[in-house]
Structure formats: C-alpha cells, structure tokens
C-alpha cells in the first residue's frame, strides 16, 4: 500500500494547527500565582499578566492596572478605585504594601514562597 506524496506534509500541518488550537484553549492565564502574606491578617495570591496584577485573596477578587511609580525595573505598582499595590520591596525584592485609601489601611507584606497553579 503507498501513500500519496502529499499525505505526510499534510498530517504533519493538521497535527499543528490541532497544537496550536489546544494552546489557545488551555484554561487559566499562563502565569504562576505567588502567595504573600500581610499584616491584618491579609493574605492574597497575585497573577501578573501583561500591564495587570490579579490579586484573589479570601475577602475578595481584584484587577489592578499598571501604574506609574517603583523606584526601577523591579518595583512596580498597581491600582485600581478601591487599592493600589507596590511589589519587588525590600532588599530581596520579596516584599510588598497595600494601600487601601477607603479604609485608609495600609498592609506590609512578604512573598510567601509558594506558588499556586
């Protein structure tokens, strides 16, 4: 039995567009979440994508914007109507606040360490 000469190329771009597709349809952001933990018992994990900061804590869900300040690459801030967040803090860049101006309340946190899928 011989194949077509076409069959091999053929089967070959299937298989990557099926790939391609499958990449696109694959739950979730791409981004690891990092846990941190504050004073006042806050805690929350963050996921960075693109110019956003998504922060899900047990209190609630948040997106924050990229937003000028940080001192550096590594400093960066985030905000949004209700909070503003700084991270890459400290002298091992593990720190980070949040500043709540409604409450007003201010949080000092540091990375956890963990990494939530």
């Known amino acids: 039995m011989s194949l077509p000469p076409t069959f091999l190329p053929r089967c070959g771009l299937l298989l990557a567009a099926a790939a391609l597709l499958s990449a696109c349809a694959a739950?979730?952001?791409?981004?690891?979440?990092?846990?941190?933990r504050c004073e006042h018992g806050i805690d929350f994990s963050v996921r960075f994508v693109d110019d956003s900061a998504l922060i899900e804590s047990s209190r609630a869900s948040d997106v924050l914007f990229r937003d000028a300040g940080g001192q550096g690459a590594s400093q960066t801030v985030y905000s949004n109507t209700r909070m503003r967040a700084e991270f890459g803090l400290g002298s091992g860049e593990r720190e980070a606040v949040l500043r709540y101006p409604l409450l007003p309340l201010v949080a000092r946190c540091v990375r956890d360490g963990k990494e939530v899928p």
């Open 27 to 36: 739950p979730g952001t791409g981004s690891v979440a990092t846990r941190y």
